[in-house]
Every structure is written in C-alpha cells, then in structure tokens.
C-alpha cells in the first residue's frame, strides 16, 4: 500500500508560480512512476503529467513548456513546478502512483492516488 498526499495548492494570480509536492508513505517511491492529473469544475480529470521510474517524463500538450514534474527519491516525494499559470490551470490537481514502470495518460494505470490539492489562478 501506497498513502499519497499532496500539498502546495493555493491561490495565485495569473503568470505566477507554484510548487504542488506529493509525500509517498509506505512504500518506497522508486518502486512506481508517479503522476499529475486535474479535476476542473464540471470536468473530467485529465492527465496532466508523469515521471517513469527512470525520471523521463511526459506533459499534456497545455502545460508543455510551463509545468515539470520531478522526484526525489530519497525524500519519497515527487513535485509539480507550475510557472506561468492560466485561469484555465484552475483545478484540483491529484498525485497518482502506478506499479508499472511508465503509467499512463490512462487513468486505469494508476493503482494509488492522494486526496488532491486545489490551486486557483485568478486572472
């Protein structure tokens, strides 16, 4: 079993920045990819990026260039660094732990996700 808990959220303006964190407790987090994803009102969660256990990553083609994700293992905790943020980057962001060496865009190929952090941008 894998606890999640994300941290970082808040409110912000538009164009600024801010560092969402995913703690991992119980098992150590170089055993699984970690990801991001986003709930936006009245939307689905989409994906938003992931980190193989080898630290290659991928982005959702809206925050390519702004957003990067990181681990540290050491720390267990994975980080979300989001610069130059929209309005439409309002949402519940959720951290997301897969077995497999990769994840997913798929929302099915993650086995554990945290309770989610609420960032607001406000224009």
């Known amino acids: 079993q894998v606890q999640l808990v994300e941290s970082g959220g808040g409110l912000v303006q538009a164009g600024g920045s801010l560092r969402l964190s995913c703690a991992a407790s119980g098992r150590t987090l170089s055993r699984y990819a970690m990801g991001w994803f986003r709930q936006a009102p009245g939307k689905e969660r989409e994906f938003v990026a992931r980190i193989r256990r080898d630290s290659v990553t991928y982005y959702e083609d809206s925050v390519k260039g702004r957003f990067t994700i990181s681990r540290d293992n050491a720390k267990n905790t994975v980080y979300l660094q989001m610069n130059s943020l929209k309005p439409e980057d309002t949402a519940v962001y959720y951290c997301?732990?897969?077995?497999?060496?990769?994840?997913?865009?798929?929302?099915?190929?993650?086995?554990?996700w945290g309770q989610g952090t609420q960032v607001t941008v406000s224009s």
């Open positions: 997301a732990a897969s077995s497999s060496y990769s994840g997913s865009i798929s929302q099915q190929a993650w086995d554990y």
